[in-house]
Nanobody, 123 residues
Framework: VQLQASGGGLVQAGGSLRLSCAAS????????MAWFRQAPGKEREFVTA???????YYADFVKGRFTISRDNALNMVYLQMNSLKPEDAAVYYC??????????????????WGQGTQVTVSS
């Protein structure tokens, strides 16, 4: 399984970005997919996740601003980020769990990780 994240960049506070994650693998559409982020000097943290059937989960700090979605036909996962804040700046990683863990917020539950894409938010 390979994950390829893209879409990061520089945006002003209040702006929007859409991240994409392309997943390979014959059963990629069945994976639990998630986005995590890590800012300099901070631990990696859970952002959002989506199950194959579309159920979604969000960290409190992104509720109402970020939206995760997936296109199972294309094996793609997206993260639409609106109303970005300087504190959202981080490297964003997509991750895949092949077994559908219930503890979706724990990074150690995920089997595969993308390379990360940098999001920078200017104030």
């Amino acid at each position: 399984v390979q994950l390829q994240a893209s879409g990061g960049g520089l945006v002003q506070a209040g702006g929007s970005l859409r991240l994409s994650c392309a997943a390979s693998g014959p059963t990629a559409s069945s994976y639990l997919m998630a986005w995590f982020r890590q800012a300099p000097g901070k631990e990696r943290e859970f952002v959002t996740a989506i199950r194959s059937g579309g159920r979604t989960y969000y960290a409190d700090f992104v509720k109402g601003r970020f939206t995760i979605s997936r296109d199972n036909a294309l094996n793609m996962v997206y993260l639409q980020m609106n109303s970005l804040k300087p504190e959202d700046a981080a490297v964003y990683y997509c991750a895949a769990d092949l077994h559908g863990t219930s503890v979706y917020w724990l990074g150690n539950q995920y089997d595969f990780w993308g390379q990360g894409t940098q999001v920078t938010v200017s104030s």
